[in-house]
């Protein structure tokens, strides 16, 4: 009874660091991520060079983002790298724009409500009068640089940022999460460390 005591003991110790984060050596498959109740919706469209999977979905109610690395060696080097990408917010440098040249998925924050996730309107316009032959009568609105032509659920976009804010390197794993608009930066890290304590479950 002594040594399993002990062992226990040594594995909750080795588990968590002496900042109270959640960390391991372990290296997980995507059907570990699924284990948990990780909602599937899809993949990045971005390709991320020492990657073997990035996928994005919802636990517990809110989206998150899971790339797999072969080790955790690439995870702890080209994933931290790709998480820091991902979720780099700058400085407002041209009009909307809070986000890093990298960032693929992006939301509007900042407006009276509070927008679900947009996409840009691309200028994949088939002739000067229309966006694939449906006539608009103010292209230049549409598709000035000023504007960048992207709008939120509930109007023009007033502040571009990365959808996902936090990140937790954990195994072969960036985990990555969108805020909860309650929360503040500590419960959004508080949030990846409870992934992170069930993926050991």
Same mark, same amino acid.
């Given at each position: 009874m002594k040594i399993i005591t !002990? /062992? /226990?003991? @040594?594995? !909750?110790v080795f588990a968590c660091s002496s900042n109270g984060e959640v960390t391991t050596e372990e290296t997980f498959s995507f059907d570990d991520i699924k284990k948990i109740g990780f909602k599937y919706s899809g993949d990045f469209n971005t390709e991320f060079q020492d990657?073997?999977?990035a996928s994005f979905g919802f636990y517990k109610g809110r989206e998150i983002a899971f790339l797999l690395y072969p080790s955790v060696e690439i995870a702890t080097t080209s994933g931290l790298k790709d998480a820091k990408d991902q979720t780099e917010k700058i400085e407002n440098t041209e009009k909307n724009i809070h986000? *890093?040249?990298n960032v693929e998925k992006y939301k509007c924050r900042g407006g009276k409500f509070s #927008? *679900? #996730?947009?996409?840009k309107l691309k200028p994949f316009y088939d002739n000067e009068f229309g966006l694939n032959g449906i006539l608009l009568l103010n292209n230049y609105l549409i598709f000035?640089?000023?504007?960048?032509?992207? !709008? *939120?659920? @509930? *109007?023009?976009?007033?502040?571009?940022e990365p959808l996902y804010t936090n990140f937790k390197i954990f195994g072969n794993l960036a985990i990555l999460t969108e805020p909860l608009p309650t929360e503040d930066d500590t419960d959004t890290n508080n949030f990846l460390e409870q992934i992170a304590s069930s993926l050991l479950n």
């Open positions: !002990l /062992l /226990l003991i @040594f594995s !909750l990657s073997i999977q986000h *890093g040249p #927008p *679900g #996730p947009v996409k000035s640089e000023k504007n960048y032509g992207e !709008l *939120g659920r @509930f *109007g023009p976009c007033v502040r571009r």
